[in-house]
């Protein structure tokens, strides 16, 4: 439907067009999206209400309610308690190539990113904000006085507890709550045990490759050196790592990232070998473990290995970074040196977060958490996988359903940089495997990695619609359209 109102009001430039495939709240928000981006609305417009412009487009309150919700999480409109919707003032009008001198060579402001595929990143607004507050509130109101002062560096009893239960529970992990310390994210676990291996005479760690850049950072900022191990469609390549003459290594056996895949049950094995016969450590990065969604996930490597194996879990996936909790589950021979490590830096985590997680825990609240979250994102990864399929279907996903991200790979011959700019001018960010490999010939071929955790199913078909248009632009695409030749 059109709107009949004449002017610069939002519902003049509105058009709804009910043929369409895509969804009347997509088209909404992308419509008073543009009208921002563009300036014909300008920052400050107060915008109708939600009931008034659902009645003026002829659509239910929900479709105007949610596209304003979107709006607002990026940062496109704000609403004051009780003054209204308006445009956000600090909303750019970016200049459009047209408004442009003729001749002139100014670079064109970047575009506002509208679908970022950035990998892993969960959704925030899920974050069960009241069962959280419950656990705050109550948890603090457990805490005794004698907890409030300085602690025990590992952590506080009730939490040690409480992670070894859901541990053993969820993930196989054999955990003694003293062998269990309590950080500040996994970055922090880790930065804590490279330090411990190099006193215990280990100075360099093998990192998988392709893997997270972020934490060849950590690894290196803590002292230790890190070399790049290669991975394939079964993980981790246990024998190049054997080769290689290292005693420590990083790995994601649930869900390498970026690759998607699980470490394969001989390969499980022949790491177990591999760390015996070495004296040597693996530091188990169980990162988004929580969130297989075709069958129960495999159980941590550390559940057969807990005397090498230095087992790593964090609540950035499963709740939301800031939380910055995670926790260890430290074997014997680097118990102690982790343990003096951080009382001798940062002393402890925050004591009343550790009891409001205590609580979370032993009430079940994560558990519900993740059965709802595990819906939503099974839900947003089909819609991930049919949108690729109805608009690009030259390319294919690979990857085990988990986690918040797939690989996209594309057909031979695409450059994955290329693809990457190009999309970008449509406001859409996606993320090239060159971002995470180390090496050039690790995990060949172009592809990209492509979060979905934190966008609509909408979102996820249009941002896909874009990139299959930018593909479909590429110069050496031109020629080979599908269905032309
Ligand atoms: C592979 C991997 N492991 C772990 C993490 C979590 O790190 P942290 O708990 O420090 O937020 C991330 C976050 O992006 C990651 O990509």
């Not at 997509?26 to 014909?40: D, F």
């Not at 979107?70 to 004051?80: H, K, W």
């Not at 024998?239 to 994601?252: D, F, I, K, P």
């Amino acid at each position: 439907m059109q709107s009949s109102s004449p002017g610069r009001s939002p519902e003049a430039l509105v058009q709804l067009d009910r043929s369409r495939p895509r969804s009347l709240r997509s088209q909404l928000e992308s419509a008073l999206r543009h009208a921002i981006r563009t300036g014909r609305l300008a920052p400050g417009t107060r915008l109708p209400s939600s009931r008034a412009l659902a009645i003026d487009l002829g659509v239910t309150r929900g479709v105007v309610v949610d596209a304003y919700d979107q709006l607002r999480a990026e940062g496109y409109i704000a609403t004051r308690p009780g003054g209204g919707t308006t445009v956000n003032p600090h909303a750019q009008a970016p200049t459009e190539p047209s408004d442009r001198a003729p001749g002139s060579t100014a670079a064109a402001p970047p575009t506002p990113a509208l679908y970022d595929f950035r990998p892993g990143r969960p959704d925030l607004s899920l974050v069960p904000r009241q069962a959280w507050q419950r656990a705050w509130r109550d948890g603090f109101g457990r805490l005794p006085d004698g907890q409030l002062g300085y602690g025990d560096p590992k952590g506080l009893p009730v939490l040690r507890q409480a992670l070894a239960d859901y541990l053993g529970r969820v993930r196989g992990v054999i955990a003694d709550p003293d062998h269990i310390v309590v950080g500040n994210g996994f970055s922090h676990g880790l930065s804590l045990t490279a330090e411990a291996l190099q006193r215990a005479g280990i100075d360099t760690i093998a990192l998988e490759d392709p893997g997270q850049p972020g934490l060849q950072h950590v690894v290196e900022g803590a002292g230790a050196r890190s070399v790049p191990c290669p991975v394939d469609g079964d993980g981790l390549d246990v024998e190049a790592l054997t080769s290689a003459g290292h005693r420590a290594v990083l790995v994601t056996p649930a869900h390498q990232f970026p690759t998607g895949v699980v470490l394969g049950a001989q390969r499980r094995r022949a790491l177990a070998d591999w760390a015996r016969a070495v004296d040597g450590f693996v530091i188990e990065d169980d990162y988004d473990a929580e969130y297989r969604f075709d069958r129960y996930p495999v159980g941590a490597v550390q559940g057969v290995l807990p005397e090498r194996v230095v087992y790593a879990g964090t609540l950035s996936k499963s709740l939301a970074p800031g939380f910055r909790l995670g926790w260890l589950v430290v074997p014997p021979p680097l118990l102690d040196t982790i343990v003096a490590r951080r009382g001798s830096t940062d002393l402890e985590t925050n004591a009343p977060m550790q009891a409001a997680l205590a609580l979370f825990l032993e009430r079940g609240d994560l558990d519900r958490h993740l059965r709802r979250t595990r819906r939503i994102y099974a839900g947003r990864r089909d819609a991930l996988v049919a949108a690729v399929g109805r608009f690009l279907p030259e390319a294919e996903l690979e990857g085990v359903a988990a986690g918040l991200h797939v690989v996209l790979r594309l057909p031979d011959g695409t450059d994955e940089q290329a693809l990457t700019a190009a999309v970008r001018e449509q406001g859409v960010v996606v993320y090239p495997m060159g971002d995470y490999r180390r090496s050039a010939g690790s995990v060949p071929g172009p592809a990209l990695v492509l979060g979905y955790g934190n966008l609509t199913p909408d979102a996820l078909a249009a941002g896909v619609e874009h990139l299959a248009t930018a593909y479909r632009g590429l110069p050496s695409r031109r020629a080979s359209r599908p269905g032309s030749s």
